[in-house]
């Protein structure tokens, strides 16, 4: 089949544009990298095999059909919303810019003018994470009580700086990925309760704590992110309480050797008090291709998107919520 001619946006400094790039390099059997622009600043090598072009050359160019926006988060909105209005297919780092407007136009108009539109969620294609939201939605958990989800880091304190330009910190930049495995296994809350802080951990004031509750009828689930606990990457995971089975994704990412990762499992479904759970790591997998393969199956029509431009809007709703401070 023909390969999709592909084009990038910007990249970041402490997200995934260098990783999604490299992505669609290796899915090579799917894409056609054009070129790439960097509207904003920032470090061109490892693009420095690739065409050089100006955003107005990729956004007026009909052959190239798709686009991954890859800037900083500030301006991950504008120019998605330049691609949407020129009717270029989007992959968008997450969660989506900064004001709710600009992302309510950018899917009104995905929507209007029929373009795929994809987001940075990675998680969403973790192995261990599609089996859970697969047996928890055929009713292999039972009711679900909770979800706990933890993405917990220890960052430099420039990045602890950094935060401090977004609104929410550490929730807005990390704990938009929890939010969206909540939102998935769980559904909508009744309530959220915004728990965000500061450490204030080497005299940096921005919010490097985040956690958000999620009330529902019949429990509450939480969202726990962390800037500054050593040994938190180990420490990512995800909990499923059902009234049938418990299952834990933890590490939820475990690096090996060759750069590949695997997720640990643990699952019980025994009433006994002491009841060992059944452990196992699945097999390894690469953190973002099968994410780009999907956007690329998605544009050719091969697969459904699984993430509606309604479910994609109430997601980053939710994220904004939960960015509140204090509580």
Request: hydrophobic share 35%; net charge negative; glycine share 8%.
């Amino acid at each position: 089949m023909k390969k999709i001619r592909i084009a990038q946006i910007g990249t970041s400094v402490n997200s995934h544009g260098n990783l999604v790039f490299d992505s669609l390099r290796k899915a090579g059997d799917m894409f056609d990298i054009v070129g790439y622009t960097m509207p904003q600043e920032a470090d061109e090598t490892y693009f420095k095999d690739c065409r050089k072009m100006s955003a107005d050359e990729i956004l007026n160019d009909p052959s190239i059909e798709a686009v991954t926006i890859e800037t900083e988060e500030e301006y991950l909105t504008k120019y998605a919303l330049l691609a949407a209005e020129h009717g270029k297919h989007i992959h968008m780092e997450k969660p989506g810019g900064t004001k709710l407007c600009e992302f309510e136009k950018l899917i009104e108009t995905a929507r209007k003018n029929n373009l795929v539109f994809h987001t940075g969620y990675m998680y969403r294609y973790n192995p261990a994470v599609q089996k859970l939201i697969t047996e928890v939605r055929s009713g292999g958990f039972g009711e679900i009580i909770s979800v706990e989800a933890q993405m917990n880091c220890r960052h430099s304190d420039e990045v602890r700086k950094w935060l401090a330009k977004y609104k929410g910190g550490i929730m807005f930049f990390l704990g938009c990925h929890l939010v969206d495995l909540i939102l998935l296994l769980k559904g909508k809350p009744d309530k959220i309760i915004p728990l965000n802080k500061s450490t204030g951990m080497h005299g940096i004031n921005s919010t490097d704590f985040g956690m958000a509750a999620f009330e529902y009828e019949n429990g509450v689930s939480f969202a726990k992110v962390c800037d500054v606990e050593k040994g938190g990457f180990l420490r990512r995971q995800l909990v499923v309480t059902g009234t049938k089975k418990t299952a834990e994704l933890k590490p939820l990412e475990i690096i090996c050797p060759d750069g590949n990762i695997c997720t640990g499992v643990a699952e019980c479904s025994s009433d006994d008090w002491v009841a060992p759970s059944e452990n196992h790591e699945t097999d390894k997998f690469d953190r973002y291709l099968e994410m780009m393969r999907d956007f690329a199956r998605i544009i050719r029509g091969e697969t459904e998107n699984k993430y509606s431009y309604d479910y994609e809007l109430e997601l980053y709703k939710t994220v904004l919520e939960c960015c509140k401070e204090g509580y």
